[in-house]
């Protein structure tokens, strides 16, 4: 399911995402760098705050610039969808993400999504088994 995915370039926009992260008070600067499926490269970085609790990671960061510049969407079936995501630090480390972003990128990626990871990139399925998603609120409905 790799295939076609660059994950080195992938990762070397998430290392520049990460020069410019906002970390004064934790001195740990993140980047993100995901793909839709049309190919669009879309980045972030962490932004913390100093009610640490107001921080944003650079995953967030990362969907929140692509849903506001119109680059993707929580559309299944759009184009705009993330296919794949990178995270990593400032010595270029691959990180895997946090539950919390593993729950953003499940609305914004699905289950299918590939996270990048020091074991190589994984669907997100296996890093958030069972996951809460927005099937469940329709099931309701």
């Known amino acids: 399911m790799t ?3 660059d994950f080195d370039s992938l990762r070397n926009a998430a ?23 049309s190919g669009q490269i879309i980045t972030g970085s962490n932004v913390e705050n100093v009610s640490y609790g107001l921080g944003l990671c650079a995953e967030v960061s990362m969907v929140a610039a692509g849903i506001s510049l119109g680059r993707m969407d ?3 079936a759009s184009r705009e969808r993330l296919i794949a995501v990178s995270v990593c630090d400032a010595r270029g480390s691959v990180l895997t993400p946090c539950g919390r972003c593993r729950q953003v990128l499940l609305e914004f990626g699905g289950e299918e ?26 099931a309701i409905r």
């Open 3 to 5: 295939a076609g995915i």
């Open 15 to 37: 290392s520049t995402a990460m020069t410019r992260a906002y970390a004064p008070y934790s001195g740990f600067a993140v980047g993100a760098a995901g793909i839709t499926l």
């Open 74 to 76: 929580a559309d299944r």
């Open 113 to 138: 999504l590939l996270v990048d990871s020091a074991a190589g990139p994984r669907p997100l399925r296996e890093l958030l088994p069972d996951a809460f998603g927005p099937g469940h609120l329709e």
